[in-house]
């Protein structure tokens, strides 16, 4: 198990290698004032400075934390360039985002860098063996199944192993929750290789279509003994 991002998804952010900028908006959520840098600051602001223009903030450089509603819009932001400016169609619609981030946000995960969302999984649970329509909108509490709704990676950040990375980190969470027996998700034909390469087998065709978009099931049953491993912690 990973501890350090079980660790981040109970408790929020978890700095990697820190990095210090200006900022003079709102606080960075799950980012404490502690480390807040003086460097670039006047010993005394002038008297008629606003003091949010002299909050300093230190943003880690690198950081996986479980997401919230306060990054709905920046998911649905990389959604509609990844998706919807090409098909159309998106997993998640915003108001999706903003009800799975509030219904179970410890199933997401989100790889921040210097504060801005790189890439992200959603998950919520399901009680079936195959996904339906309903899955679509829907959280079980008592589902047994991580439906993983999307994975997608800022362009910017693509093809860089990013989506990998993120999404191994996610399969090994998946791994140290007791009540989750198996990750399922839809893909087009495509990305099956690229799931398959992380253990997913292929089930076969999903009952669930988008306007013109047809989806391969893919299953990961969770602990199963011959799925890779890449740590030593295993
Ligand atoms: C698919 C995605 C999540 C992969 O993350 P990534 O960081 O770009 O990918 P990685 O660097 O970890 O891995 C690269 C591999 O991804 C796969 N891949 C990525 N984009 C692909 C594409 N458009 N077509 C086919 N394979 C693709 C390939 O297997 C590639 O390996 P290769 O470079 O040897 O061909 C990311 O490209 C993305 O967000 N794409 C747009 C949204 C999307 O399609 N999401 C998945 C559906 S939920």
């Given amino acids: 198990m990973d501890s350090q991002l079980q660790k981040a ?7 990697e290698e820190p990095a210090t900028c200006r900022r003079s908006g709102a606080e960075t959520p799950g980012m404490s004032a502690a480390g807040t840098a003086p460097l670039l600051a006047p010993a005394q602001p002038p008297p008629d400075a606003s003091p949010s223009l002299h909050h300093h903030h230190t943003l880690p450089a690198s950081e996986f934390r479980s997401l919230g509603l306060q990054d ?3 998911v649905f932001q990389i959604e509609q360039e990844a998706f919807i400016s090409v098909t159309g169609e998106c997993p998640l619609l915003l108001h999706e985002v903003q009800h799975f981030l509030t219904v179970c946000p410890e199933l997401s995960l989100g790889w921040f860098m210097e504060g801005r969302l790189v890439a992200f999984v959603i998950g919520s649970l399901w009680d079936q063996e195959k996904l339906t329509t309903e899955a679509m909108v829907l959280h079980k509490p008592h589902g047994t199944v991580v439906h993983i709704h999307v994975l997608a990676v800022h362009q910017a950040f693509r ?15 998946l791994q140290g929750l007791p009540h989750v027996r198996s990750a399922t998700l839809m893909c087009e034909d495509f990305l099956v290789p690229y799931y398959l390469r992380f253990g997913f087998k292929a089930k076969g065709p999903c009952e669930i279509t988008k306007g013109p978009l047809r989806f391969i099931e893919m299953e990961w049953p969770v602990g199963e003994p011959s799925i890779p491993r890449r740590d030593s912690e295993h």
Avoid: E, H, I
């Fill in 9 to 15: 998804t109970a408790s929020g952010a978890v700095p």
């Fill in 72 to 74: 709905a819009l920046s």
């Fill in 159 to 173: 093809k860089k192993g990013k989506g990998s990375v993120l999404f191994w980190r996610y399969l090994q969470y």
